[in-house]
């Protein structure tokens, strides 16, 4: 019998191991969803292909427009990147570090988006680009809205890798106080419909060790951008 000291309250920023108490599936609020583990039993998969991708295009740190670089490292796959620098921020069809096409998508990247589009309600979607996010301990992404792709009618797909991460899901304004939202290895966020424009987030990463990818956090971020 779980006694009260069992039953204290954890420190869930601390914390790296999952909460059995909480559901497989988490709604945010309409059309975005959260997915526990979605991704989990892929993953040795997932990872292949992005170590596969990652000897073809570098992570590198890019800066923001206005100048100042990303504390997250990144690359991406798929027929379009998304990129910033002094020119802002857009996608495009090459790597500006090589001016060659960015690698192609994988196959299990793609499927995974599809399938956990699908079981969030999004039957047909296919992502044309991948974002990789390397997050090292204290680095974060500020609120934000997903807003340089064509079609905002497709969802975003996210699929958290590594050491756990407070995802920051807020409102349509910048100002409403978002969610905490705690994101474990395998874990898969989609995004869409009323919910596609709200901003959102990265709390700095805590440090943590993870058995696949040691101090890191890697996000995948799928889209149709084109
Ligand atoms: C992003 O919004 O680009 C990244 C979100 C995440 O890392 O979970
Ligand atoms: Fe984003």
Redesign the pocket.
């Known amino acids: 019998m779980p006694t009260d000291k069992d039953r204290q309250p954890v420190n869930l920023d601390l914390f790296v191991g999952r909460d059995p108490l909480e559901p497989e599936r988490q709604v945010l609020g309409p059309g975005a969803v959260l997915l526990r583990e979605y991704a989990a039993e892929r993953d040795g998969t997932l990872l292949a292909a992005l170590d596969q991708v990652l000897q073809a295009v570098p992570l590198r740190r890019m800066s923001t427009p206005g100048g100042r670089p990303m504390s997250?490292a990144t690359a991406s796959c798929g027929t379009l990147g998304w990129v910033t620098d002094r020119r802002g921020y857009r996608y495009q069809g090459s790597d500006p570090a090589s001016g060659r096409p960015w690698p192609p998508m994988p196959e299990a990247f793609a499927q995974l988006a599809a399938d956990a589009a699908a079981e969030a309600g999004y039957p047909s979607f296919r992502p044309d680009s991948c974002?990789i996010?390397r997050?090292a301990p204290g680095a974060r992404?500020g609120l934000?809205q997903?807003r340089d792709e064509r079609d905002m009618s497709h969802p975003?797909v996210?699929v958290?890798l590594g050491v756990p991460?407070v995802?920051l899901f807020g409102g349509l304004r910048r100002n409403e106080r978002p969610q905490r939202v705690r994101?474990l290895h395998g874990d898969v966020?989609i995004w869409g419909g009323a919910s596609r424009l709200r901003f959102?987030?990265?709390a700095p990463l805590k440090a943590a060790c993870h058995p696949r990818l040691g101090r890191y956090?890697i996000?995948l971020?799928l889209r149709r951008a084109g």
């Open positions: 997250v974002l996010n997050y992404m934000h997903d975003i996210s958290s991460a995802f994101l966020v959102h987030g990265v956090r996000n971020t």
